[in-house]
């Protein structure tokens, strides 16, 4: 019952931050965004608590533990990103240390893939290198305002998201599990709210509005699956 009621408490707050931002309110909306992180986190933590004396013990734990850490450092880039908005004259070196952040978190999540399923194949990480090669061609066609460091963290951060994907769509199509349904569908939508991201930050789009909304929106729904396969995973 706790699970669909911080669902939606989570949902509730995350709508809250989209609508703030769009109204160009940047302190409360970091606020409300703060508040759906720690939403994340507390539907990961309840999760487990429901789950912690099923039957799937030794795996479970150190799932939550990679998903949990994989949310906590997403909560960081959160904090990161936020401050930005209101402390503007740091903004180049906020946004690399999000950027940073949140990386750390999908290696967790990627690690937290192989966890449910240890198979290793190289196929997943052909095609996000393939992937990423043309999301820079991309990235230099477009003219994104990045100096040579900024790029290729950017371009690594892509790839690890790609193969975050890539590594779970592989996965779903070995298992055909409900947890690989969930995970692939979050990373998916991973890679279209940082892609939708890079553009604006990046580039000079003027109308930023829609634009903010589709990637708060598909980042808040990738991370309230990530953390609700704590309490689904089977």
């Given at each position: 019952?706790?699970i669909?009621?911080l ?7 995350a ?5 703030l931002?769009r109204?160009?309110k ?5 606020l409300c965004?703060?508040?759906s992180?720690?939403?994340?986190m ?7 608590c429901?789950?912690?004396?099923e039957a ?10 990679l998903?949990?850490f994989g949310?906590l ?7 990161l ?8 004259k ?5 946004i690399a ?11 967790f ?6 966890m ?5 194949s190289?196929?997943p ?11 820079a061609?991309?990235m ?5 305002k990045?100096?040579s460091?900024?790029f290729?963290?950017?371009?690594f ?5 790609a ?5 779970s769509?592989?996965?779903l199509?070995?298992t ?9 569908i ?7 709210s940082d892609?939708?991201?890079a553009?604006?930050y990046f580039?000079p ?8 909304t ?12 990530m953390?609700?396969t ?5």
């Open positions: 019952m706790f669909p009621i669902s939606v408490i989570t949902a509730v707050f709508t809250l931050t989209i609508l931002r109204k160009g940047s302190f409360e909306g970091m965004k703060f508040i992180s720690f939403g994340f507390s539907m990961a933590f309840i999760g487990f429901y789950r912690i004396d799937d013990k030794v795996l479970h734990p150190f799932y939550f533990c998903v949990a949310l450092f997403g909560l960081g880039g959160d904090v990103l936020g401050i930005k908005e209101i402390a503007p740091y903004k180049t070196r906020l240390l999000g950027t940073f952040a949140f990386l750390i978190g999908h290696f999540y990627l690690a937290s893939f192989y449910a399923y240890p198979r290793f190289i196929i990480y052909i095609a996000a290198v393939i992937i990423t090669a043309i999301t061609v991309i230099k066609a477009v003219k994104m990045l100096d460091k900024m290729a963290l950017s371009v951060y892509f790839f690890v998201i193969l975050c994907a890539c590594v769509g592989y996965m199509y070995l055909h599990s409900l947890t690989f349904i969930i995970t692939t979050a990373s998916v939508v991973f890679v279209i892609s939708v991201l553009f604006v580039t789009v003027k109308r930023k509005n829609p634009l903010v589709i990637e708060l929106a598909t980042y808040y729904t990738g991370q309230i699956l953390a609700a704590v309490y689904l995973i089977r």
